[in-house]
């Protein structure tokens, strides 16, 4: 059996983070989310700004590309590697992090298209966490104190980005149930109900 990798994709405001976070823990497994970006700045090269600016965005501008492809180095200095734009560089400098990643360790990686990344790997477990617009209104607002109408244009905001991101770069539907192993609603199951959902999951995955 092979490295046991977790990749959650989430709404915003739905507690997504939280449900890797208490997974990991509860496994004893490391957690990727902004860590993710740092490795990654150090596999590739890439100065972190970089990633941290194309996180989870599926397109940059021109002049910021051809500014900050000053950033790319040797090891990522190939005739085509060359020849894509910086937002594409980043994805896939991440997108083999990812792999990297998951061939050394069993860990949780949420967000970055991670299930993608891993969709050959058959010890690859892809969760979406979603819940309704009152419960992450309520949790976002209460997290960030803004006022209930900021945090459901945050959350409309970052939906927007977050699936335009994953459909961008891997022609799927972010959300579809057909993209993922299992989706589950965090306002009904609470963090500790979706973590438990996920290992019992797992353990019906590892006994075909």
């Known amino acids: ?95 083999e992090t990812i792999k990297k990643i998951a061939s050394q360790e069993s860990c949780v990686i949420v967000g970055r298209c991670a299930d993608y990344a891993l969709s050959d790997n058959p010890d690859c477990m892809n969760i979406f966490i979603h819940s309704d617009m009152e419960n992450r209104i309520k949790m976002v607002s209460k997290r960030c104190n803004i006022t209930e109408n900021k945090a459901k244009d945050m959350i409309q905001k970052n939906d927007k980005q977050r699936s335009s991101y994953y459909n961008y770069y891997t022609s799927k539907s972010w959300g579809d149930s057909t993209s993922y192993h299992l989706t589950l609603d965090s306002g009904k199951l609470g963090i500790d109900g979706c973590v438990e959902m996920i290992l019992k999951f797992r353990e019906i995955m590892d006994s075909k």
């Open 1 to 95: 059996m092979g490295n046991k990798i977790y990749t959650i994709g989430r709404e915003f405001g739905s507690g997504g983070k939280d449900v890797g976070e208490a997974l990991a823990k509860r496994l004893g497994i490391k957690l990727y989310d902004k860590e993710l970006l740092q490795r990654a700045a150090k596999d590739s090269g890439f100065c972190e700004e970089v990633f941290e600016n194309h996180d989870e965005r599926p397109t940059s501008s021109f002049l910021y590309s051809l500014v900050m492809d000053t950033y790319s180095i040797n090891s990522y200095a190939s005739a085509p590697f060359l020849d894509m734009p910086l937002n594409h560089k980043v994805f896939l400098a991440q997108f």
